[in-house]
């Protein structure tokens, strides 16, 4: 497979074009997108980021065609760790905010976070997400009204930015190709009294065990913020942080990095070189993710349905390619239903009612925070062997 990167970009926190190469990602086309990248470490602020990395459009397709975050069904299916994200996001911020605040979420998704708000006690709720039936779901599952479809560029004309009190971006900051183009024209609107609460995955907290190997390197994730890289990044944009803390999560979830912002004009954003590395995090992930190759091969199955086509099985194809172990391959199953009959590489992603077709085949199960809950639904309904990759 050969792996094209559209797209170079200097540090999206200095802007500085000097940076070291740490990691390639190559991942299998889903969709037909490509989402494929290099990692790299800034050599002047010590940033790490993803530098060569497919065009804009192609994540603006991936959010739009191929998205899990507009697919919940019912609140009771709302993970436990998200529960603890949002009462961590809560706690940081009502301290901080008056009864009649209004509150804007960034790529809310189904509206959760917005809901943990209201059940506080605020009124006053709007949204944003590029998923398509995200506002559909909003308002079906918490009746949110003011739940709009688009990107991050567009929330100046979707949102009353002008009005807002607090802007929640939870999960946002490591998806954005462009990160510093996107944020400034979102703060343009805002009033200066406007507070910013970010979370992201907390780099400091990567090789935490037990990890997916290489499991930050996602299809999405092209940021991967320190509590220190996370300061500088709002510094430059004129905001300082206020509140915030690492919030430790459930084993096997990589701890979130929460800080609440405000306007400070100007910001003091010349800070000292001080990055967390990730060599530690390559070398852990890539002796895991070769016991996992290992695992598939001692299986001599001859026939092999991959349960999965997310991030997890896009990093994984590739690997299993390069051990001459991917021609094994005979179907890929997925339950989200906006990645049935999209490519995964060579193969059509089934739905997992078809898994019948394969009566020979061992399932592997591509997943690794929902190893033990596919396997337990697979078993329950077919007899094939089941492949757990992880212990």
């Known amino acids: 497979m050969t792996t094209i990167y559209p797209r170079h970009r200097p540090c999206p926190v200095c802007d500085s074009d000097n940076a070291t190469h740490l990691y390639t990602n190559t991942m299998t086309p889903i969709g037909g997108l490509d989402m494929s990248y290099q990692v790299v470490n800034c050599a002047d ?31 009771a299916k709302i993970r436990p760790v998200d529960q603890v994200r949002m009462a961590a996001a809560v706690n940081l911020c009502v301290p901080h905010l008056t009864a009649d605040a209004l509150i804007i979420d960034i790529g809310c998704g189904h509206g959760a976070l ?25 308002n079906a599952l918490f009746g949110l009204q003011n739940v709009q479809t688009g990107i991050v560029r567009q929330a100046p004309q979707l949102l009353p930015l002008d ?8 999960g946002v900051l490591e998806h954005l190709p462009d990160l510093r183009t996107d944020l400034a024209a979102l703060i343009k609107d805002l009033n200066h009294r406007a507070m910013i609460m970010v979370e992201v995955p907390a780099s400091e907290r990567f090789t935490r065990t037990p990890l997916e190997p290489y499991g930050e390197f996602s299809l ?67 002796q895991l993710m070769g ?35 991917a021609e094994r391959i005979v179907g890929i199953v997925d339950g989200n239903p906006n990645l049935l009959g999209k490519m995964i590489g060579r193969h059509q992603v089934c739905s997992s009612a078809d898994l019948g077709q394969w009566p020979d085949a061992t399932i592997v199960v ?17 007899p094939n062997p089941i492949l757990r990759l992880y212990p």
């Open 163 to 170: 009005q807002a009190a607090l802007i929640c971006l939870t």
């Open 291 to 325: 016991q996992v190759i290992d695992t598939i091969i001692q299986c001599n199955a001859r026939q092999l349905v991959i349960y999965g086509a997310g991030s997890h099985s896009a990093r994984l194809l590739p690997k299993m390619a390069a051990a001459c172990i």
């Open 366 to 382: 591509s997943s690794f925070g929902a190893q033990d809950a596919i396997a337990e639904f697979i078993g329950r309904q077919f």
């Open 220 to 286: 999405e994730h092209i940021q991967y913020f320190s509590t220190q890289s996370l300061d500088r990044l709002m510094a430059e944009l004129g905001y300082v942080r206020k509140a915030g803390e690492i919030v430790a999560l459930s084993e096997g979830v990589t701890d979130s990095l929460f800080g609440l912002f405000v306007r400070q004009e100007p910001a003091t954003a010349d800070m000292p070189y001080n990055p967390v590395g990730l060599q530690d995090y390559l070398t852990l992930s890539g």
């Open 45 to 75: 602020c010590g940033f790490i980021y993803a530098s060569e990395l497919p065009e804009s459009a192609s994540y603006e397709a991936y959010y739009r065609e191929l998205s899990k975050y507009d697919v919940m069904t019912s609140t």
């Open 114 to 138: 917005l809901n943990a708000f209201h059940t506080a006690g605020w009124a006053c709720l709007y949204g944003i997400d590029p998923a398509p039936e995200a506002s559909a779901k909003a």
